[in-house]
């Protein structure tokens, strides 16, 4: 850590509540194997009701070899915009992107689910007409980042949408219906929406176009997921075709815990910040590693100090009192400062209006941020490490999406230094940031699903000939 002082001489306060955060190797040691163990039941058909990683089914069979040829159409779906994207694949490892972005009017989240659809549509209508591709009709893929569960590669079933967004009649139907519908409604356009996929399995597919032995999709934001690559033996929920040896596994890992595997760890604080969500109980993982969660957590220690009076004296808690209101962007900007200074923590309090706080105090805000983000990064590399773990390749790529593995100055350090503590040495790995986004993944999955039905079409009517 990048703290000059001692923190248990200098925040002994602080130090003590914060040893509620310390995961011990053998801790990290035990969550990992537990998490294979709830893999393991998320595959097994008997037990995947019961397992707190889930392992649905993406329906994504076919990887990308890198000689993929053509345009692809793509759209992300996120909870606050969307983004229309037209990918073309070139020679060799050249990927051209066009796309616009689209902020999603509170009004049309909140309104009906049709029309809300029925503004994709019109975005994707325009989009297509300016690229002059309406009457190609494209396969496109959409990346969704929304609860769902996945029934086929095209039947995408909304389970729940986020915070924001209020489209009711649109829950418990299959998305990509939706859309179909209303594109329809656009007869000078002709678009194939072939399949959907989750941001965990979009950003696996974006990077396996350019590194073939890319087999895990991280996701580190708001959201915690992953996927991988499973052998389709082992996927006993699938009625599919067997016969292609892979299945792409939206693990779920943010689910990890809500059958108390997390216990031993999880403390007051985190407690307290799970009762404060909408879906107490649920999701414990993701409550002790997303940046939405991290924030809180650190607001709630320094609250916590506040109240003993151990920091900001001067200050009141009027603002830093305020619940979900530490951003990731601030424990960021205040790790980013050099040892021993603090400005952009300064500023990120002046946020908070606590002016001029002493620098002992400062420090400490740095100490509390470097121990319950440091608690996460531990975490994910459990994750990790149980994926790797379970492929058992000898070389594996990892693309990983999210801020804070991008931006944070420590939190990849810590990721990659804790995983490689846990990973068996002869599973070499190399976690990489996905620079292509999901929606890069999704045109890459409509394009191969396009690809697989004319090879099966073709191969039918030869059959047919030849009888």
């Given at each position: 850590?990048?703290?000059?002082?001692?923190?248990?001489?200098?925040?002994?306060?602080?130090?003590?509540?914060?040893?509620?955060?310390?995961?011990?190797?053998?801790?990290?040691?035990?969550?990992?194997?537990?998490?294979?163990?709830?893999v393991?039941?998320?595959?097994?058909?008997?037990?995947?009701?019961?397992?707190?990683?889930?392992?649905?089914?993406?329906?994504?069979?076919?990887?990308?070899?890198?000689?993929?040829?053509?345009?692809?159409?793509?759209?992300?779906?996120?909870?606050?915009?969307?983004?229309?994207?037209?990918?073309?694949?070139?020679?060799?490892?050249?990927?051209?992107?066009?796309?616009?972005?689209?902020?999603?009017?509170?009004?049309?989240?909140?309104?009906?689910?049709?029309?809300?659809?029925?503004?994709?549509?019109?975005?994707?209508?325009?989009?297509?007409?300016?690229?002059k591709?309406?009457k190609?009709?494209?396969?496109?893929?959409?990346?969704?980042?929304?609860?769902m569960?996945?029934?086929?590669l095209?039947?995408?079933?909304?389970?729940?949408?986020?915070?924001?967004?209020?489209?009711?009649?649109?829950?418990?139907?299959?998305?990509?219906?939706?859309?179909?519908?209303?594109?329809?409604?656009?007869?000078?356009?002709?678009?194939n929406i072939?399949?959907?996929?989750?941001?965990?399995?979009?950003?696996?597919?974006?990077?396996?176009?350019?590194?073939?032995?890319?087999?895990?999709?991280?996701i580190?934001?708001?959201?915690?997921?992953?996927?991988?690559?499973?052998?389709?033996?082992?996927?006993?929920?699938?009625?599919?075709?067997?016969?292609?040896?892979?299945?792409?596994?939206?693990?779920?890992?943010?689910?990890?815990?809500?059958?108390?595997?997390?216990?031993?760890?999880?403390?007051?604080?985190?407690?307290?910040?799970?009762?404060?969500?909408?879906?107490?109980?649920?999701?414990?993982?993701?409550?002790?590693?997303?940046?939405?969660?991290?924030?809180?957590?650190?607001?709630?220690?320094?609250?916590?100090?506040?109240?003993?009076?151990?920091?900001?004296?001067?200050?009141?808690?009027e603002?830093?009192?305020?619940?979900?209101?530490?951003?990731?962007?601030?424990?960021?900007?205040?790790?980013?400062d050099?040892?021993?200074?603090?400005?952009?923590?300064?500023?990120?309090?002046?946020?908070?209006?606590?002016?001029?706080?002493?620098?002992?105090?400062?420090?400490?805000?740095?100490?509390?941020?470097?121990?319950?983000?440091?608690?996460?990064?531990?975490?994910?590399?459990?994750?990790?490490?149980?994926?790797?773990?379970?492929?058992?390749?000898?070389?594996?790529?990892?693309?990983?999406?999210?801020?804070?593995?991008?931006?944070?100055?420590?939190?990849?350090?810590?990721?990659?230094?804790?995983?490689?503590?846990?990973?068996?040495?002869?599973?070499?790995?190399?976690?990489?940031?996905?620079?292509?986004?999901?929606?890069?993944?999704?045109?890459?999955?409509?394009?191969?699903?396009?690809?697989?039905?004319?090879?099966?079409?073709?191969?039918?009517?030869?059959?047919?000939?030849?009888?």
């Amino acid at each position: 850590m990048a703290t000059v002082e001692d923190p248990e001489t200098a925040f002994p306060e602080a130090h003590k509540i914060l040893k509620q955060f310390i995961i011990s190797d053998e801790d990290l040691v035990k969550i990992m194997n537990g998490m294979s163990k709830e893999v393991k039941a998320g595959l097994n058909a008997d037990t995947n009701a019961r397992a707190s990683i889930p392992c649905h089914l993406s329906y994504v069979q076919d990887l990308p070899t890198g000689r993929e040829r053509g345009r692809f159409l793509a759209l992300e779906m996120w909870p606050t915009n969307c983004r229309i994207m037209l990918v073309k694949f070139g020679n060799e490892k050249d990927v051209y992107m066009s796309s616009k972005a689209v902020v999603i009017p509170y009004t049309v989240a909140a309104g009906r689910g049709d029309e809300l659809f029925n503004f994709l549509a019109e975005n994707i209508a325009i989009f297509v007409r300016d690229k002059k591709v309406e009457k190609e009709n494209l396969p496109m893929g959409i990346a969704f980042t929304f609860s769902m569960k996945k029934l086929a590669l095209d039947v995408g079933i909304l389970v729940a949408w986020s915070r924001g967004f209020g489209a009711e009649n649109a829950v418990g139907k299959n998305v990509v219906d939706l859309l179909r519908v209303a594109v329809a409604k656009h007869k000078d356009i002709a678009v194939n929406i072939v399949g959907i996929v989750n941001d965990a399995v979009g950003s696996l597919m974006a990077l396996a176009w350019s590194y073939p032995d890319c087999k895990i999709g991280l996701i580190v934001g708001t959201f915690t997921n992953a996927a991988y690559v499973e052998e389709t033996d082992n996927c006993q929920m699938f009625e599919g075709d067997v016969t292609k040896p892979y299945m792409i596994i939206n693990s779920d890992m943010a689910r990890y815990g809500e059958n108390a595997h997390l216990d031993f760890i999880r403390n007051e604080f985190d407690k307290a910040l799970d009762l404060e969500t909408n879906n107490p109980g649920y999701r414990l993982f993701e409550k002790c590693v997303s940046t939405l969660y991290i924030g809180e957590l650190v607001r709630s220690v320094i609250v916590r100090l506040m109240r003993q009076g151990v920091i900001f004296k001067e200050h009141n808690l009027e603002y830093i009192g305020i619940r979900w209101k530490m951003e990731m962007k601030s424990l960021i900007a205040i790790e980013s400062d050099p040892p021993g200074v603090h400005t952009k923590c300064q500023e990120v309090m002046d946020k908070f209006r606590m002016r001029n706080c002493l620098e002992k105090d400062l420090a400490c805000v740095r100490y509390i941020c470097e121990v319950i983000t440091a608690r996460s990064a531990k975490l994910v590399a459990c994750g990790l490490a149980c994926f790797i773990h379970k492929m058992d390749y000898a070389e594996i790529s990892v693309a990983v999406d999210g801020g804070v593995y991008r931006l944070h100055p420590t939190y990849s350090i810590t990721l990659n230094k804790e995983a490689l503590k846990l990973v068996n040495p002869s599973n070499r790995f190399k976690i990489i940031v996905a620079e292509d986004s999901a929606g890069v993944g999704a045109a890459i999955v409509a394009g191969l699903a396009v690809m697989a039905k004319n090879r099966s079409t073709s191969k039918a009517r030869e059959t047919m000939q030849v009888s």
